[in-house]
């Protein structure tokens, strides 16, 4: 269907195609209402008589309709016209993910983790709203303002996580295989965490040029998204940091169990790698198994086989020397124990083995029995030491029973002070602090007043504030800038102001500027918008209304109206036949609404009499006069009739058109002789 140069809804102008998918053609539309471009998705004719497809299109445009999020992309109106089934969008112009990377190979490590964030951020605001996308990959994701703000699209799937959600892989599985979870390809149950896996995929996109999986067929590439490992992304480009290719691993964890369990918890570790790009984020490898089972060893087993294997290769030992004994040939009994590997053994290191070996068991015991006695020995003078080291202790510290109170005092001063008092003030470590100042104690570890149980206290040390250099989070969303500033280790707090020009949820200024040095710890000043501050209200249903009752209910409600008539005999005449906006579009206060209302034109016939405006007897000559009839109809003034009438001046009759009424002029000769008011 060629839908060039067609309006929908009375509304929207088809402008031009700008792309085509599955299910549906895209459209670039003008608004002829609000006076702008809009995108439009358009079902496919052969879908639009499959209740299956305009269900899952209907369920596409209530999903993305319900979310508002600056990296996803705005759903404003839906609607069916003469079996079209369309959806009106945000028009983006830019390249999809796709396109982008396909042009670059792979995007830098700040830029992967930079759009990563607001992808994350686009899945954690859907998840919130229970809605899962099931779809991610970077051909539903378009890059604006210079490739630098990542916008989630196409819901075309996407499911209420309440609802069942499991799905067949077959010729009934919309989306790309490539980007698939284990669960989606098996056909299984998916949720917020197969967005997570598919969104691990498109990282590992991003940062290395490559697929994790690829194949001849969509059902070799499924398989391998549920048996196989990925290639490490860091082996693949070694300029990945740790911390991102960890991060990547775990989105794509093939247990889901071993996956970030929210969107609001990859986001955090994004932000984390952003700023510490050496942070480990995997324990190991196993972390990204394929196998779902791993075994637990019990408590205290490693230690049982360790004696075990000891005892074994002891019970080995002896058992290799008796036969060297038995056979009185020391290079066949290390022959028989050991690989023949043993052969290169130097002849001298043989000669030592065999001479010990061949020692009386006799001499054997009694340098035994010195060991022991040794050991015995060596305790003794340990313990004495130790308890000398403790009386000690305690004679110097008589005086000193309880902790002092070492707080905001200067580490090395209280340390020199107390050790002449026989009291150890040790350094747990050293910590930031904004309240104490380099070089003082900021805790210990025996409260003031409390009894000593040993003559020692350990204590933290500050190392005086952190200082933290500002970052520019103007025009971000507040919630991803809040995780920037808290990653600073700063405090936002965020101020809601009504902006008419910068969207909603979006910053407007910050109380530093970019690069300013602050204590870490501080709090910060975020100006966000909260739009343009109109109210938002549902579109109320006015059609069969009377025009006048239609314009007070809209105005009522504080919205603009405007009316243009049509004309059908079929239904009442005065009443609404279109409205511009759907009943329940949400839709602000003071929104224009244009009304079409229902006027059928009436028609009736007016008698002239012509002989009443002439003085007959003053006609000593009577000759033809010019009758001329203007009708005035909703203040366009037409002529209904202008002839000659000959004398005798008989009547006319003139038939007039209009709605409600008329006002008649009447001309004999060019001079005005009469106006009537019609009513119809």
Avoid: W
């Avoid at 792979?106 to 919130?128: D, G, P, V």
């Avoid at 994790?212 to 490992?229: D, G, M, R």
């Avoid at 501080?522 to 579109?539: A, C, F, Q, R, T």
């Amino acid at each position: 269907m060629d839908l060039i140069g067609k309006t929908l809804g009375n509304r929207y102008e088809i402008i031009e195609n700008i792309g085509n998918g599955g299910m549906a053609t895209v459209y670039k539309a003008k608004c002829k209402l609000l006076n702008r471009y809009v995108a439009i998705k358009v079902l496919k004719d052969e879908f639009s008589t499959d209740t299956l497809f305009v269900k899952r299109f209907k369920i596409e445009a209530q999903s993305a309709a319900s979310l508002t999020h600056p990296n996803i992309v705005s759903v404003y109106d839906v609607g069916e016209e003469e079996g079209i089934n369309y959806i009106v969008m945000e028009l983006l112009e830019g390249d999809t993910l796709k396109d982008y990377i396909e042009r670059k190979g792979n995007l830098s490590l700040k830029e992967t983790l930079a759009l990563s964030c607001q992808i994350a951020s686009a899945l954690e605001a859907a998840h919130r709203s229970k809605i899962i996308h099931r779809d991610i990959k970077p051909q539903n994701i378009v890059l604006t303002r210079n490739m630098t703000q990542a916008k989630v699209t196409d819901f075309g799937i996407a499911k209420m996580s309440s609802s069942a959600t499991i799905t067949t892989f077959g010729s009934s599985t919309i989306g790309s295989v490539h980007y698939f979870s284990p669960e989606h390809a098996k056909g299984g149950y998916t949720d917020e965490k197969s967005d997570i896996y598919s969104l691990g995929i498109v990282m590992y996109e991003m940062a290395t040029g490559e697929l994790p999986f690829n194949a001849e067929s969509p059902v070799s590439v499924a398989l391998k998204q549920i048996q196989e490992k990925p290639k490490m992304p860091k082996e693949v480009n070694n300029e990945i940091s740790d911390a991102l290719n960890d991060i990547i691993l775990k989105a794509m964890a093939k247990n889901t169990m071993d996956r970030y369990q929210t969107a609001s918890e990859l986001l955090d570790d994004l932000n984390t790698a952003m700023h510490n790009p050496n942070q480990k984020f995997l324990k190991s490898n196993s972390d990204i198994s394929i196998s779902t089972t791993q075994f637990i060893p019990v408590i205290g087993m490693k230690e049982i086989e360790e004696n075990k294997n000891q005892n074994q290769s002891e019970s080995s030992r002896r058992n290799r020397r008796t036969n060297a004994e038995d056979d009185n040939d020391i290079s066949k009994a290390n022959d028989k124990s050991t690989n023949k590997s043993s052969k290169h053994i130097d002849k001298s290191e043989e000669n030592i083995e065999e001479d010990i070996f061949a020692r009386p068991k006799k001499n054997k015991k009694k340098m035994y029995a010195f060991i022991g006695i040794g050991v015995v020995c060596l305790g003794i003078l340990i313990g004495l030491t130790i308890n000398l080291i403790m009386k000690f202790n305690e004679k110097n510290v008589e005086a000193i029973t309880e902790a002092p109170d070492l707080i905001d005092k200067v580490f090395e001063d209280v340390k020199e002070e107390y050790r002449k008092k026989g009291l150890v003030i040790s350094l747990d470590e050293y910590a930031y602090s904004n309240e104490y100042e380099d070089g003082k104690i900021i805790s210990q570890s025996i409260e003031k007043g409390k009894t000593l149980p040993s003559a020692r206290i350990s204590v933290v040390v500050s190392k005086g504030a952190k200082i933290v250099k500002m970052i520019d989070v103007v025009g971000k969303d507040y919630t991803v800038a809040k995780y920037d500033l808290e990653a600073l280790e700063l405090v936002p707090e965020f101020e809601f102001k009504t902006d008419d020009k910068v969207p909603e949820n979006l910053i407007i200024s910050q109380e530093f500027d970019k690069d300013a040095e602050i204590k870490a710890g501080d709090k910060i000043k975020i100006i966000v918008s909260k739009g343009n501050g109109k109210k938002k209200l549902l579109m109320p249903n006015v059609l069969t209304m009377s025009e006048t009752v239609a314009k007070k209910t809209l105005q009522d409600l504080g919205l603009k109206v405007s009316v243009n008539y049509s004309e059908d005999a079929s239904k009442s005449n005065g009443t609404v036949l279109t409205q511009s906006q759907k009943q329940n579009a949400e839709i602000e206060e003071g929104t224009l609404i244009e009304l079409s209302v229902n006027r059928i034109q009436k028609s009736k016939v007016v008698t002239i009499a012509v002989e009443s405006y002439i003085d007959i007897e003053e006609e000593e000559d009577p000759k033809d006069i010019t009758v001329k009839v203007m009708a005035k109809v909703e203040g366009v003034t037409n002529t209904i009739y202008d002839k000659k009438v000959k004398s005798p001046y008989n009547s006319v009759d003139v038939t007039v058109n209009g709605y409600t009424t008329a006002v008649l002029t009447i001309y004999i000769d060019g001079v005005l002789k009469d106006t009537q008011n019609i009513t119809f």
